[in-house]
């Protein structure tokens, strides 16, 4: 956008003694023609842009000029990069510009410090292994949120239905490990969470739709994921060999030595298939102590797993 350009194209020249129009072309794909017409409107703004010709010349403010560079200090800036960076780890670069926008504003002599504080801390989302699907599906909701298209895909529920839904998306969210698309679901006449990895065959459609506002505060992932109420508390016991694991999951103060090298650790959790699958990943390293329904439901699914894995593939003998 236009606006955006030129209000970047300000921010630069305030922290450039000068800048050639070819720079700035490129930077952001427009002509140069197009960068002198910029130069125009910001002028035309009552910000004096003066255009030195020759060798070692460009485009600068007026010697002398000085506008307020104190909107955001450093400090925020740096938490705006950081964050910037953690969101480019998934998805693409489009926030690259924008990052190296941020950086054109810091002062030489605060450069060092700067790359300090944006290096202090760093969040990847993307995952271990490489996830293409999921990433063309990220791709194509950006797309359909920018441009206000609905979008169509088959769903799989948890427990195993299949619905086709078109949806008019309004959020993409990442919680818990997990991407989900936030949208008004047509099938349902209502606002819906839908996990990406359950949507196949997803498909941009024709139909546009004016957006709604949302209540942000009342939003399905803003709310906890579980109450007191339904939730059971579980006692695990993690064995010597287990205990990386058991670290790996709860904190350390949630962790009670057993006094052999392993440890016991309460749990609460909303009982459902979720917590049974999260319960056998641990496999031999961990053991539910309590509740005692919960260990005769995760022996059932085990020995069920088990019949699976005798005799050849197929079931046959």
Known sequence: MKI??????????????LIQAKELADMFEVSVRTIYRDIDSINGAGIPVVTYQGAGGGIGLMEGYRLDRNVLTEHE????FTALQSVSTYGGGEHNLLMEKISSVIPPSQTA???SKTTQLIVDFSPWGLQKPLEERL??????LEEAAAVSFEYVTADGKISRRS???YTLVLKGRAWYLYGFCAEREDFRLFKLLRMKSLIKEKRSYVRQELPLKELPWSSGWSTPSDTTPVVLHFSAEGRHLAEDYFDYSELQPDGNGGYTVTVCYPEDNWLYGFLLGFGTAAEVLEPEHIRLKLGEIAAGVAAKYQGSAGGNA
Do not use: T, W
């Open 4 to 17: 955006d350009r030129l209000l970047s194209i300000v921010i630069l020249l305030m922290n450039r003694p």
């Open 77 to 80: 800036l740096a938490d705006i």
């Open 113 to 115: 410090a700067f790359r």
């Open 139 to 144: 791709a194509l909701l950006k797309e359909a």
């Open 167 to 169: 949806v008019e998306p």
